[in-house]
T-cell receptor
């Protein structure tokens, strides 16, 4: 158990809909990272937040957005969902934002029908 | 960004050492090598990391060549629970934001055989 929690574990929705994935980092960690893992793409970095501020962006679509709240939990919002958005979404956290080890949560499996 | 190359799959007999190679020939001087593993579709689990020197912890050993172009993860006594996909990752600096990002490759699927 890494100490990172993600909800929900599974999410099934329809194309065109909007969903929100939630992540709670390990106690004391200030940085949160979001990754997408689809069958044909492997693990792709989406975005990082550090202490409430966006720190780095990866391959995140404009339909996706994220934020980190004052209590340090983070939410990933996915809108106008397409079939290709079906994937595992992982959150990771680290103590600071630069150079320390990331610890991953159990993931949310999103299925878009 | 430095890329990593790993064999797609390997088998290892239970109780024997599993040696997983990784090539990262374009790695820069300040880029660390990290190893994670993913069992089924669970979240990736941190194993070990290093910069230049060999490292050992309770899970594994990491051997990095002197030129830093390749490394080997060693699981000294593999068990069936070590069956997983193992990712060798270069932690690359994102200079514009002063942070770092992980670049995941396709990993090695290790199967430990009874």
């Amino acid at each position: 158990d890494s100490g990172v929690t993600q909800t929900p574990k599974h999410l099934i929705t329809a194309t065109g809909q909007r969903v929100t994935l939630r992540c709670s980092p390990r106690s004391g960690d200030l940085s949160v990272y979001w990754y997408q893992q689809s069958l044909d793409q492997g693990l792709q970095f989406l975005i990082q937040y550090y202490n409430g501020e966006e720190r780095a962006k990866g391959n995140i679509l404009e339909r996706f957005s994220a934020q980190q709240f004052p209590d340090l939990h983070s939410e990933l919002n996915l809108s106008s969902l397409e079939l290709g958005d079906s994937a595992l979404y992982f959150c990771a956290s680290s103590v600071k934002g630069a150079g320390d080890t990331q610890y991953f949560g159990p993931g949310t499996r999103l299925t878009v029908l | 960004d430095a890329k990593t190359t790993q064999p797609p799959s390997m088998d290892c007999a239970e109780g024997r050492a599993a040696n997983l190679p990784c090539n990262h020939s374009t790695i820069s001087g300040n880029e660390y090598v990290y190893w994670y593993r993913q069992i089924h579709s669970q979240g990736p689990q941190y194993i070990i990391h290093g910069l230049k020197n060999n490292e050992t912890n309770e899970m594994a050993s990491l051997i990095i060549t002197e030129d830093r172009k390749s490394s080997t993860l060693i699981l000294p006594h593999a068990t069936l629970r070590d069956t997983a996909v193992y990712y060798c990752i270069v932690r690359a600096a994102v200079y514009t934001s002063g942070t770092y990002k992980y670049i995941f490759g396709t990993g090695t699927r290790l199967k430990v055989l009874a």
